[in-house]
């Protein structure tokens, strides 16, 4: 258990670090908003921001439908991982991605490797399908203890999948 106190704590901290950088970012920069379907994007520093609310089912196999406009800025593949600090699967695209993995390696020795493991080893590269689904591994499922109906909430830039 003190391994796990350890790794939670520094969960919280990089959390913390990476909400001021993301505030930093937002106030530098000027945006604009489009809620045509029900989330707003703002663009900022050539970067998408995403906010709002949906809601969706999981199937039986596990697989999520997003919102077209939010696959086509995710691009081609995009990532899956646990959420840091509440049961949810966050959803980033493969530069967003890149770009947690670059500042997760520029902490502390200890620190980065106690994020690598809550972050890291449970992220997946998944590409849609033709009709626009992906599977949601079962242990990323478990984790955000959703089963049947999920809601994707645009969180700056990434988004989160929780449990409905």
């Known amino acids: 258990m003190p391994f796990l106190s350890y790794v939670l704590c520094h969960i919280m901290t990089l959390k913390r670090m990476l909400a001021e950088s993301a505030v930093e970012k937002y106030k530098n920069n000027v945006g604009f908003c489009n809620q045509s379907d029900g989330f707003r994007r703002k663009v900022y520093g050539g970067g998408q921001m995403f ?7 999981i199937d039986a196999k596990g697989r999520i439908v997003l919102p077209a406009k939010f696959r086509e800025q995710l691009g081609e593949t995009y990532y899956l991982a646990r959420g840091f600090g509440n049961k949810c699967i966050q959803v980033m695209s493969s530069e967003q991605f890149n770009a947690m993995c670059e500042k997760i390696l520029a902490l502390p020795a200890n620190l980065s490797m106690a994020v690598q493991y809550t972050f890291n080893a449970t992220a ?6 033709a009709q626009g689904r992906v599977i949601i591994p ?11 109906d999920a809601v994707v909430i645009g969180m ?9």
């Open 51 to 57: 906010s709002g609310m949906t809601n969706h089912s």
């Open 124 to 129: 997946v590269e998944v590409t849609p399908n």
């Open 138 to 148: 079962q242990s990323l499922r478990e984790f955000a203890e959703i089963e049947g």
């Open 156 to 164: 700056t830039n990434r988004l989160e999948i929780s449990s409905k």
